[in-house]
Nanobody
Framework: QVQVVESGGGLVQAGESLRLSCTAS????????MGWFRQAPGKGREAVSC????????HYIDSVKGRFTISRDNSKSTLYLQMNNLKSEDTAMYYC????????????????????WGQGTQVTVSS
């Protein structure tokens, strides 16, 4: 089994930056894609970004393209999300997810199942 823990959330003003981290433990030897979801109050879960196990496949939703950068350090079993030029609409609980597969194909499907989820880290952007 894989467990993940997120960190790095906080309260910032619009235009500022945050870097989220997600550290995996347990059965981390298998290759797997990882990604970030977010859920704002009163809204459904939204897939934000995904990165393949090799880091060759990287995908974002349109609303964060050019502002967010996903990366991973497999030697540290850690996933990152650098968020720049934050906007009030980015306010949400951010969750790290570990896929069952090593590529991102299928990551965006609402029916997709995941190997593990984190507890979330809150990002609040004041305008």
């Amino acid at each position: 089994q894989v467990q993940v823990v997120e960190s790095g959330g906080g309260l910032v003003q619009a235009g500022e930056s945050l870097r989220l981290s997600c550290t995996a433990s347990g059965s981390t030897a298998d290759p797997y894609a990882m990604g970030w979801f977010r859920q704002a109050p009163g809204k459904g879960r939204e897939a934000v970004s995904c990165i393949s196990s090799s880091s060759l496949g990287i995908h974002y939703i349109d609303s964060v393209k050019g502002r967010f950068t996903i990366s991973r350090d497999n030697s540290k079993s850690t996933l990152y999300l650098q968020m720049n030029n934050l906007k009030s609409e980015d306010t949400a609980m951010y969750y790290c997810a570990v896929r069952l597969y090593d590529v991102c194909s299928g990551f965006w499907s609402p029916a997709e199942r995941f190997r593990a989820w984190g507890q979330g880290t809150q990002v609040t952007v004041s305008s």
